[in-house]
């Protein structure tokens, strides 16, 4: 897949949910998760793309490094979790989370598939959403692990 660009709202080791606010042109702090629960790697959005909730599609860029909100990180494209949130009120919908490298990224230079990853790093961040939606009254569930390609008609 050809290079995307990611806006990083939450850093890597972030215990802040951040969300970009487009009528201010500002990240804000949306919510603080509880002790002990921060992102494992940067988390932010795909500009120009619009998943089922409404809201930019989400990404997560797997890298040896954490950035900043408002960061913009070229990056390739290698997967996705392809997943159903169930909301408070017990509406679900699809909210997939795509998986990317960062094209500086030293660490992960040849992973080109998400199914390259250790499974110890897929099962953090599958983890991770499962934890955090719990923390909001929601529920994460996991469909299915999606290829490159598979992800990348889901972005187009």
């Known amino acids: 897949m050809k290079t995307i660009t990611a806006i990083v709202e939450c ?9 970009y606010e487009p009528k201010l042109k500002r990240f804000k702090v949306s919510k603080i998760l509880p002790a002990g629960l921060v992102f494992p790697f940067d988390f932010g959005f795909i500009p120009g793309t619009k998943g089922e909730d409404g809201d930019p599609l989400d990404i997560i860029v797997i890298s040896e490094m954490a950035s900043f909100p408002g960061c ?9 979790i392809k997943a159903e949130q ?5 509406k679900a919908m699809r909210n997939d989370r795509f998986l990317a490298i960062p094209d500086v990224s030293q660490q992960f230079i040849a992973i080109n598939e998400a199914d390259e990853l250790p499974e110890g790093i897929m099962k953090q961040v599958e983890s991770f959403f499962k934890n955090y939606n719990r923390q909001a ?3 994460f569930k ?6 490159s390609m ?3 008609r889901i972005i187009k």
């Open 137 to 139: 009254g929601k529920k």
């Open 142 to 147: 996991v469909l299915e692990r999606l290829n």
């Open 150 to 152: 598979q992800a990348a």
């Open 86 to 90: 169930t909301e408070r009120d017990g």
């Open 72 to 80: 913009a990180i070229d990056c390739r494209v290698i997967g996705a």
């Open 11 to 19: 850093p890597k080791g972030s215990g802040y949910k951040y969300d």
